[in-house]
Structures are given as structure tokens and as C-alpha cells.
């Protein structure tokens, strides 16, 4: 933040780190996704209108099938956003 005051937040709620200015998404404990919610949404699910959750699902696929693996089965066990928001 400009103003030096960070607010962690982790959630698996899109709906709330929606208000956050930077959003990571972690799989199996890597940062797979890290941008603006307005960036994540135009370079992971590529449209705009995407929501986070789309987002979260489309990394989560693009990082299970670049580790060789397929996003299908059972879900991952490391799942999370992490977002800044201003105090």
C-alpha cells in the first residue's frame, strides 16, 4: 500500500478477496497466479468478465497440467488467495 499498511488475507471465498488490490493463488504450496484481480482474469482465464472463481480453476489446471498431471480426480489439497487490501 501507499500509505505502508499491508492487510493479509487469505480466503478460498472469491467474493472476498475480490476487494483486494493483489491476489496470489497458491497449488501445492507455489504461487501459480500473482496480479490485480483485473489482471488475473484477463491473463489466466483471458476475458475480462471472468470471475476469480474461473481464474482459480483455470490456473489450477494450467499448473496441474504443466506438473505433468491432470486437473481431474480428487481436488488439490493446497488451495488459497492471498490479496493486500488498504487499511
Given at each position: 500500500s501507499?500509505?505502508?499498511?499491508?492487510?493479509?488475507v487469505?480466503?478460498?471465498?472469491?467474493?472476498e478477496?475480490?476487494?483486494?488490490?493483489?491476489?496470489?493463488v497458491?497449488?501445492s504450496g507455489?504461487?501459480?497466479?500473482?496480479?490485480?484481480p483485473?489482471?488475473?482474469?484477463?491473463?489466466?482465464?483471458g476475458?475480462?468478465?471472468?470471475?476469480?472463481?474461473?481464474?482459480f480453476?483455470?490456473a489450477?489446471?494450467?499448473?496441474a497440467?504443466?506438473?505433468g498431471?491432470?486437473?481431474?480426480?480428487?481436488?488439490?489439497?493446497?488451495?488459497?488467495a492471498?490479496?493486500?487490501v488498504?487499511?
Open positions: 501507499a500509505r505502508g499498511t499491508t492487510t493479509l487469505t480466503s478460498h471465498y472469491m467474493d478477496v475480490e476487494r483486494c488490490h493483489r491476489l496470489a497458491i497449488y507455489k504461487i501459480i497466479a500473482l496480479g490485480s483485473a489482471e488475473l482474469k484477463e491473463r489466466v482465464a476475458r475480462a468478465e471472468a470471475t476469480l472463481e474461473d481464474v480453476v483455470r489450477i489446471e494450467k499448473a497440467v504443466h506438473a498431471g491432470t486437473p481431474t480426480g480428487s481436488p488439490p489439497r493446497v488451495l488459497g492471498v490479496g493486500e488498504e487499511k
